[in-house]
């Protein structure tokens, strides 16, 4: 079964400086028919105007995986890390027993974008970490590249979790498939451009949760930039 969370009926939240769209309950927008999807508990898409962010705060017992789509965000935390993400940058930060960090635009004239993605740990009171890795553009077209897992197998970051997450960048005309183990769920993340999933139609923003389907196939006419997490 494919389930589509249509973009527009996700949560929103805006203000001065920040437009967030939420696929699952975060914040002030709650919807118990979204407070997730298997270890799946956040996908929030922000756009960030030019020299502003988040501050300091704090997080415990999650796995949070950043992706950058538009711009750079600036990173630090208590841990001692500091860097800037950039398109192709894929940051795993690991909460656990609790962590404070930060997210800034450092552009003065570019805004920013990042989707914000967090996953339930397989254990709670983790030793808290930090990861940071970038995949080419080259490495992530028409093909689906693993990006984060389990075990940081072929390049990827670790999270503590059996979960996947794949990214592709399609070409018009091409398509890429991905077979589920037995007992295995997915979960679909459009990031930007035209997807068919099934015969669903897929645009920018768009999710959708897949269950008791062996084999899926994505494929654009248009191009498209999408996510693709294998989920126990």
């Known amino acids: 079964m494919i389930s589509i969370r249509d973009s527009d009926t996700r949560g929103r939240t805006q203000i001065g400086w920040l437009d967030s769209r939420h696929t699952f309950s975060f914040g002030g927008f709650m919807d118990p028919a979204y407070m997730g999807f298997r270890s799946l508990r956040v996908i929030n898409d922000d756009r960030v105007i030019p020299g502003a962010g988040f501050p300091t705060h704090g997080h415990r017992d999650m796995e949070i995986v950043t992706y950058v789509v538009d711009g750079a965000l600036e990173h630090k935390d208590s841990m001692g890390n500091g860097s800037i993400i950039t398109p192709g940058d894929v940051q795993r930060m690991t909460a656990g027993t609790g962590v404070a960090h930060s997210e800034f635009n450092p552009s003065e004239t570019e805004g920013g974008r990042f989707l914000q993605i967090w996953i339930l740990p397989e254990k709670a009171g983790l030793e808290p970490g930090y990861e940071q890795k970038n995949f080419a553009v080259e490495d992530r077209a028409d093909r689906l590249r693993l990006v984060a897992s389990r075990n940081g197998r072929d390049g990827a970051v670790t999270i503590h979790q059996d979960a996947e997450m794949y990214s592709t960048i399609l ?10 183990a037995a007992g295995r769920h997915g979960w679909v993340q459009v990031v930007r451009g035209v997807v068919d999933l099934g015969g669903e139609t897929l645009r920018e923003g768009d999710g ?12 654009s006419t248009i191009g498209a930039e999408v996510l693709l997490f294998d989920l126990a």
């Not at 070409?171 to 589920?180: A, I, R």
Request: glycine content about 10%.
């Open 171 to 180: 070409s018009g005309g091409s398509e890429v498939t991905h077979t589920f």
């Open 208 to 219: 959708a949760a897949i269950s008791d389907v062996e084999t899926v196939t994505l494929s």
